[in-house]
C-alpha cells in the first residue's frame, strides 16, 4: 500500500509536466494504475485486524475520510485557485497537483512506519497482542483450515456465486459514484462563477458523511446486513 501511495504522489507531481491532451491523458492512466489498489489493500488490512462484528464500525470510518476528502476537495480546489494562481509563473491547477503530491509523499513516508504488516508481524504490537489479534481473526474466519493451495482458493471464489452479486453490487455503487467527476460542471450549469460552483458541491457530500456512517454502525452494533445498505441508498 505504502508503495502504491509513493507512485500516486509521483503521478501527482508529474501531472504539471504534462504538455498537451496525450501526455495528460496518458499521466491520468497510470495514476489510476497506482490509486486501484489502495481501496482494496485498505479493506484487506481491516479484515485481517477485526472480527465480522467489528469491521462494520472501521468501514465507516474508512468510509468517513472518503467522502470527506469529496467534500473538500471542491474548497481546497477554490482556495488553491484563489491564492495560488500564476504565483511565480505557475498556474493553479498545476499547484493543486503539487500540493496533492507533497502530501501525499509525505503520509506515505509516515505510513510506512506505522501501517502494520499482518499481526504476527506488527512491530509496534507487543508479542502477547499480536498473538491475541491472530487469534481473534482465526477464530472468527468460517471454514479456516489447511491451506490448498492458490489455485484451489481461486476456484472456490470463483464458484461462488455470491462473489458475482457483490461484483454487481460493487459496479453499480461506482456507477453511482460516477457523477462526483461531473457534478461541479453540472452546478456551474446553473449560472455560480467557478469558485462558488466548487463552494457549493461541498454540503450534499457532508450529508453523506453524517448519515452515510450511521448506518454502517448500527449494522455493526445490531450485528446487521441486510437492511442498512438499502436505507444508505
Not at 501511495?5 to 501526455?23: E, P, V, W
Not at 511565480?88 to 502530501?103: A, R
Not at 453490487?169 to 456507477?175: A, T
Request: aromatic letters at 12%; a neutral charge; hydrophobic letters at 50%.
Amino acid at each position: 500500500m505504502v508503495a502504491c501511495m509513493i507512485l500516486l504522489a509521483t503521478c501527482f507531481a508529474c501531472t504539471t509536466l504534462a504538455k498537451n491532451y496525450t501526455s495528460l491523458l496518458l499521466l491520468q492512466f497510470f495514476l489510476g494504475v497506482a490509486e486501484a489498489p489502495f481501496h482494496p489493500s485498505a479493506l484487506y488490512l481491516l479484515s485481517i485486524f477485526y472480527t465480522r462484528k467489528e469491521i462494520a464500525a472501521r468501514l465507516a470510518i474508512l468510509y468517513i475520510t472518503n467522502i470527506m476528502s469529496t467534500a473538500f476537495s471542491g474548497l481546497i480546489v477554490a482556495v488553491t485557485f484563489s491564492t495560488l494562481d500564476c504565483v511565480h509563473g505557475i498556474q493553479g491547477w498545476k499547484w493543486l497537483f503539487i500540493i496533492e503530491g507533497v502530501v501525499t509523499f509525505g503520509v506515505a513516508i509516515i505510513c510506512l512506519e506505522v501501517l502494520p504488516d499482518q499481526p504476527l508481524t506488527t512491530r509496534w504490537l507487543p508479542g502477547t497482542e499480536r498473538t491475541m489479534a491472530e487469534d481473534r481473526t482465526d477464530c472468527d474466519t468460517m471454514g479456516l483450515g489447511q491451506s490448498k493451495g492458490v489455485l484451489a482458493g481461486f476456484k472456490q471464489a470463483f464458484s461462488d456465486p455470491r462473489l458475482y452479486i457483490f461484483a454487481l453490487i460493487q459496479d453499480f455503487h461506482l456507477s453511482g459514484c460516477g457523477f462526483n467527476n461531473f457534478f461541479p460542471t453540472v452546478v456551474g450549469i446553473l449560472g455560480f462563477d467557478r469558485k462558488i460552483t466548487l463552494v457549493i458541491t461541498c454540503p450534499p457530500f457532508i450529508f453523506a458523511a453524517i448519515t452515510g456512517p450511521l448506518m454502517d454502525l448500527s449494522s455493526g452494533k445490531l450485528n446487521e446486513r441486510t437492511w442498512p445498505s438499502p436505507e444508505a441508498c
